[in-house]
Every structure is written in structure tokens, then in C-alpha cells.
Antibody
Framework: EVQLVESGGGLVQPGGSLRLSCAASGFTFSSYSMNWVRQAPGKGLEWVSYMSSSSSTIYYADSVKGRFTISRDNAKNSLYLQMNSLRAEDTAVYYC??????????WGQGTLVTVSS | DIQMTQSPSSLSASVGDRVTITCRASQSINSYLNWYQQKPGKAPKLLIYAASSLQSGVPSRFSGSGSGTDFTLTISSLQAEDFATYYCQQSYNTPWTFGQGTKVEIK
């Protein structure tokens, strides 16, 4: 069974940093590209970042480019999102997702990031 | 960026009703269109990918159609567990974008 478990969320002040982790199991992690998708409270879904299986290709949404860094450790079956210079508008539940065809096929339970003073 | 527009934003329906949700892309996306269901407090769940392919384990009452710019998600006979918010999403190019969502409520 595919499982994705996010961690690392919490309350952080504006301008602060946070590192999210996603532990994957139930599939060959090194064979799949991965994404982060977020959802602000009461709002819709927003794609954040993509990393290919080999880490060779990375994409970011314009809203986080230059502030967020996606990475992965295939030996540890883990995906990460380093978030710097956080803003109030980054407040959201962050989901780790694995692809199915070109869709976000599997989702973790999400981790809440709150940016507030 | 490709804009995705869903209609309606919300609808009220009864168990057993046939429900149709539409999604329009701001430019052609071929068949790179996916549909998700989200229940309150839960992660989204993939229902349909590539416009019309049913994700494994999803009931056959869900179906998708369309190509180019206009797409449809149909629930042939609404069940109690189908009351949720539905999102379309284009995977044609980055940034991958979602529709604003359609909330299906009980009449």
C-alpha cells in the first residue's frame, strides 16, 4: 500500500524557515517523481514544486521560487521542502504527492504550516 | 499560466441524481485533465486522469470526458459518500493549475 507521511509543520514567524519532510513507503520511491501541493485554509489547491525521480528536473510555482527548495533522499525514501523567508500567505496545509500517469495520484495526510507573529 | 474554470461553484443534489460538473481551460490542454474529490479535513483523492481514465478503486459511477478546452465530470447516480468538493487540474504544462472547486451538497 502506498503511504506518504508528512511532518515538520508548525507555527513560524514571518521571515522564518521551516523544513517539511515526507516519508514514503509501499512503492519504489526512487522510480517516481514527487510533488508538493498546498491548500490555504478554506481555499483551493495550489501546486508548489516538482522533483523528478533522479532529482535532475525541478520546477517551482512562481509564488515560492527563490524561497523554497525541494529535495529528496532516495536512500531514505524521503522528500523534503525547505521553506525560507516565509510569509503569511504561505499558511496552508502542505501535501506530498506521488504521480499516477500525469496526475497527483497519491497524497499524504498533510502537515499544517502557520506563518504568524 | 493556464487558467482552469469550473462550473458551477456549488450545487445541491439528492441521492440518486445524475450530476455533471464542467471544467474549462484557458487554452487547449489536449487530454491532460484530472479530477479529484476532497472531503472536509481530508486529502484530495484522484478520481479520473487523462480526462477519462478511471483511477483504480474508484466506483464506475464516476466518469470523465472531453478534450481540448472543455471537460466534464459526471456522477451517474449520486451516493451519500459523494458529497464533497471536486477539483479539476491540468497537467499539460507547468505551473500545473487547479480549478476553484465545485462543492456538491445535499438537497
Amino acid at each position: 500500500e502506498v503511504q506518504l507521511v508528512e511532518s515538520g509543520g508548525g507555527l513560524v514567524q514571518p521571515g522564518g524557515s521551516l523544513r517539511l519532510s515526507c516519508a514514503a513507503s509501499g512503492f519504489t520511491f526512487s522510480s517516481y517523481s514527487m510533488n508538493w501541493v498546498r491548500q490555504a485554509p478554506g481555499k483551493g489547491l495550489e501546486w508548489v514544486s516538482y522533483m523528478s525521480s533522479s532529482s535532475s528536473t525541478i520546477y517551482y510555482a512562481d509564488s515560492v521560487k527563490g524561497r523554497f527548495t525541494i529535495s529528496r533522499d532516495n536512500a531514505k525514501n524521503s522528500l523534503y521542502l525547505q521553506m525560507n523567508s516565509l510569509r503569511a500567505e504561505d499558511t496552508a496545509v502542505y501535501y506530498c504527492t506521488r504521480g499516477v500517469s500525469d496526475a497527483f495520484g497519491y497524497w499524504g495526510q498533510g502537515t499544517l504550516v502557520t506563518v504568524s507573529s | 499560466d493556464i487558467q482552469m474554470t469550473q462550473s458551477p461553484s456549488s450545487l445541491s443534489a439528492s441521492v440518486g441524481d445524475r450530476v455533471t460538473i464542467t471544467c474549462r481551460a484557458s487554452q487547449s490542454i489536449n487530454s491532460y485533465l484530472n479530477w479529484y474529490q476532497q472531503k472536509p479535513g481530508k486529502a484530495p483523492k484522484l478520481l479520473i486522469y487523462a480526462a477519462s481514465s478511471l483511477q483504480s478503486g474508484v466506483p464506475s459511477r464516476f466518469s470523465g470526458s472531453g478534450s481540448g478546452t472543455d471537460f466534464t465530470l459526471t456522477i451517474s447516480s449520486l451516493q451519500a459518500e459523494d458529497f464533497a468538493t471536486y477539483y479539476c487540474q491540468q497537467s499539460y504544462n507547468t505551473p500545473w493549475t487547479f480549478g476553484q472547486g465545485t462543492k456538491v451538497e445535499i438537497k
